[in-house]
């Protein structure tokens, strides 16, 4: 089979499509040809050597998908708990290796059965989809009326995140770095938005009521984690869950004391730790996409052999939405 790898560490240059062996058939594992599969920031630190990576080299990219199971091990019965999986199902997955290919071996307790009427490109939202859910339910449990501020507003998982808090009954001030993007968070129901490079913690601090700040920070940016501080009220929360922009400064615990502030990190590994947690997430997911109550804006496609391209685009910072790689 064909597969995007990389077998050494760097920049969208390192990525080839080249050929890699078929995965193996074996208990509890199905094996699944992507229809689309989802391009995250994740995906850009594993190829950096700055995350968690599985496998050893050559490396194929990707961790999120769907399409269709093609085949089970021979014999394997997959009933029960793990819902009634067979040959020709239309499933998703968003933490499994290797997804950047032809085929992929994904755990039956890592898939889901997608609604007919999800399509494969939408079902690519799972992990940004996923990441909104947790960070508006789990990370902060966002209440009616509170205040947030959403950075890379105009982000797959920006533009998430602002339809999530407005669900919940907040009010959204997204940060963006254009006119456009602007422009997409507004669209995406912001109630205000506000560049880089203006004085967005003074706007957050008027958003929040009083100069006080807002009530959450959403930082995925990292090196903006002293000012997202800054932007939270007194007593207010910053939930810090990606480094897009580069690593973040240290924080003293003094300053959280003396500012009664709380500082909290995310990922959504240590949420998805069962399938019934999939089934539960992915079923309020894919409901509210059906309804359509959450829409996905594409940015752009890219064939999976241009997926050095789409690396590039998505480092580029010019993506406003979701990213989507098709085999």
């Given at each position: 089979?064909?597969?995007?790898?990389f077998?050494?560490?760097g920049?969208?240059?390192?990525?080839?499509?080249?050929?890699?062996?078929?995965?193996?058939?074996?208990?509890?594992?199905?094996?699944?040809?992507?229809?689309?599969?989802?391009?995250?920031?994740?995906?850009?630190?594993?190829?950096?050597?700055?995350?968690?990576?599985?496998?050893?080299?050559?490396?194929?990219?990707?961790?999120?998908?769907?399409?269709?199971?093609?085949?089970?091990?021979?014999?394997?019965?997959?009933?029960?708990?793990?819902?009634d999986?067979?040959?020709?199902?239309?499933?998703?997955?968003?933490?499994?290796?290797?997804?950047?290919?032809?085929?992929?071996?994904?755990?039956?307790?890592?898939?889901?059965?997608?609604?007919?009427?999800?399509?494969?490109?939408?079902?690519?939202?799972?992990?940004?989809?996923?990441?909104?859910?947790?960070?508006?339910?789990?990370?902060?449990n966002?209440?009616?009326?509170?205040?947030?501020?959403?950075?890379?507003?105009?982000?797959?998982?920006?533009?998430l995140?602002?339809?999530?808090?407005k669900?919940?009954?907040?009010?959204?001030?997204?940060?963006?770095?254009?006119?456009?993007?602007?422009?997409?968070?507004?669209?995406?129901?912001?109630?205000?938005?506000?560049?880089?490079?203006?004085?967005?913690?003074?706007?957050a601090?008027?958003?929040?009521?009083?100069?006080?700040?807002?009530?959450?920070?959403?930082?995925?940016?990292?090196?903006?984690?002293?000012?997202?501080?800054?932007?939270?009220?007194?007593?207010?929360?910053?939930?810090?869950?990606?480094?897009?922009?580069?690593?973040?400064?240290?924080?003293?615990?003094?300053?959280l004391?003396?500012?009664?502030?709380?500082?909290?990190?995310?990922?959504?590994?240590?949420?998805l730790?069962?399938?019934?947690?999939?089934?539960?997430?992915?079923?309020?997911?894919?409901?509210?996409?059906?309804?359509?109550?959450?829409?996905?804006?594409?940015?752009?496609?890219?064939?999976?052999?241009?997926?050095?391209?789409?690396?590039?685009?998505?480092?580029?910072?010019?993506?406003?939405?979701?990213?989507?790689l098709?085999?």
């Open positions: 089979m064909k597969a995007l790898c077998d050494r560490f920049g969208p240059e390192v990525l080839y499509y080249g050929d890699f062996p078929d995965p193996v058939l074996q208990p509890g594992i199905a094996i699944v040809r992507p229809r689309a599969a989802g391009l995250n920031f994740a995906d850009i630190y594993r190829r950096r050597d700055n995350y968690h990576l599985a496998g050893a080299p050559p490396y194929v990219a990707g961790y999120e998908g769907a399409g269709v199971i093609e085949a089970f091990a021979p014999g394997e019965v997959v009933t029960g708990k793990m819902a999986f067979k040959v020709g199902d239309r499933v998703a997955f968003a933490d499994s290796p290797f997804a950047n290919a032809e085929l992929v071996a994904v755990p039956f307790e890592k898939l889901v059965l997608l609604p007919a009427d999800v399509s494969f490109e939408t079902a690519a939202l799972m992990l940004q989809g996923l990441t909104a859910h947790y960070l508006t339910r789990d990370s902060h966002v209440r009616a009326g509170e205040t947030a501020l959403v950075h890379a507003a105009a982000g797959g998982v920006g533009l995140l602002i339809q999530f808090i669900l919940l009954g907040g009010k959204a001030l997204g940060v963006t770095s254009s006119a456009e993007k602007s422009a997409a968070a507004l669209a995406a129901g912001a109630d205000k938005a506000v560049l880089y490079e203006e004085d967005w913690v003074e706007a601090g008027d958003f929040g009521g009083d100069g006080k700040g807002v009530d959450v920070v959403y930082d995925s940016v990292g090196s903006t984690l002293d000012d997202s501080l800054k932007s939270a009220r007194t007593g207010g929360h910053i939930v810090f869950y990606g480094m897009a922009g580069g690593d973040p400064a240290f924080v003293d615990p003094r300053r004391m003396d500012e009664s502030k709380t500082l909290t990190g995310g990922n959504l590994w240590n949420v730790t069962t399938h019934r947690e999939r089934l539960i997430r992915t079923t309020e997911l894919f409901d509210w996409v059906r309804q359509d109550r959450l829409r996905v804006r594409i940015a752009r496609t890219y064939q999976l052999a241009r997926g050095a391209e789409a690396h590039a685009f998505l480092e580029s910072r010019q993506a406003i939405g979701k990213i989507l098709v085999p």
